[in-house]
């Protein structure tokens, strides 16, 4: 079953002030990530870790 995670965005001080992933059986980790769709920042400093056999799905407000 799929599990909705809806903790709003926030701007941080400096990079890499969150948390660290534990990355020794992550099969995908990415730090820091951010996409621009028409100019428009959607996405800024993401980072996040997918365990190995794991799915996992971004969904925006309108579901895409």
């Known amino acids: 079953m799929a599990k909705s995670i809806s903790t709003p965005l926030t701007d ?3 990079i890499g002030a969150g ?3 534990a990355t020794e059986n992550m ?3 990415v730090r820091h990530i951010g996409k621009t769709y028409k100019k428009r920042p959607v996405l800024r400093d993401v ?3 997918v365990q190995r056999g794991e799915a ?3 969904l925006g407000p309108n579901g895409a």
Do not use: E, F, I
């Open 19 to 21: 948390p660290r992933l």
């Open 56 to 58: 996992v799905g971004l």
């Open 47 to 49: 980072s996040l870790g």
């Open 27 to 29: 099969g995908l980790v």
């Open 12 to 14: 941080t001080d400096k």
